[in-house]
């Protein structure tokens, strides 16, 4: 129940285009957060959402916290080839604090 | 991975065989964390010390231990390696600094560790 169901598993897509993934679970979360990690990496983080309804934006990156507190998706706009990697979003469980992962969403972008 | 660094960066171990993960962090920040990364999942919280001198298991504790001798750096021991280690591990530290409530995470560069 506290484990984040992250889609898709891996995307191929050209240059220029739009990527959206998602992060669902049935357990509520207090904090959203979305990393990329590159071979041989650490994750680096992208976004945080802090509160249900939240939309943020860091450059080409939008992000949103679900109202149901249950989800939230990343969206990339205009890919670049940079943008390669393996995205992951966490979210922060409010009894704990604890943080769980997704499983991460293989981004692949062709020149 | 700003301020948090990790060593070794690869090792290869054999079953049964002992080892300790270094970490250490110059942000002086009070919580400190290790996970493990493995294929087709996330990240899992093994250990996590919320200041110098304590520490509380995580997610997936067993075959581990853990020790933050002072504020800068927390270690990470495998007693008897098994091939389920077999594994990437990072160490955090919040970005906040302090509350193991908040926050958002640096992350060092990783260990790859093999067990054979």
């Known amino acids: 129940g506290q484990q984040l169901n992250q889609s898709p598993q891996s995307m191929f897509i050209q240059e220029g285009e739009d990527v959206s993934m998602n992060c669902t679970s049935s357990?509520?979360?207090?904090?959203w957060l979305w990393y990329k990690q590159d071979p041989g990496e650490g994750p680096v983080l992208l976004i945080a959402?802090?509160?249900?309804?939240e939309l943020t934006s860091n450059g080409r990156l939008t992000a949103q916290f679900g109202t149901t507190r249950k989800d939230s998706f990343l969206n990339i706009s205009a890919s670049i080839p940079s943008d390669v990697g393996i995205y992951f979003c966490a979210g922060q469980l409010p009894y704990n604090g604890d943080m769980r992962f997704g499983a991460g969403t293989r981004l692949t972008v062709k020149p | 991975n700003a301020g948090v660094t990790q060593t070794p960066k690869f090792q290869v171990l054999k079953t049964g065989q002992s080892m300790t993960l270094q970490c250490a962090q110059d942000m002086n920040h009070n919580s400190m964390y290790w996970y493990r990364q493995d294929p087709g999942m996330g990240l899992r919280l093994i250990y996590y010390?919320?200041?110098?001198?304590?520490?509380d298991k995580g997610e997936v504790p067993n075959g581990y231990n853990v020790s933050r001798l002072n504020k800068r750096e927390f270690s990470l021991r495998l007693e008897s390696a098994a091939p389920s280690q077999t594994s990437v591990y990072f160490c955090a530290t919040p970005i906040a600094g302090g509350n193991i409530i908040a926050d958002t995470q640096y992350f060092g560069p990783g260990t790859r560790l093999t067990v054979l």
């Open positions: 357990s509520i979360f207090n904090t």
């Open positions: 959402l802090y509160k249900a309804g």
């Open positions: 010390s919320a200041s110098e001198g304590t520490t």
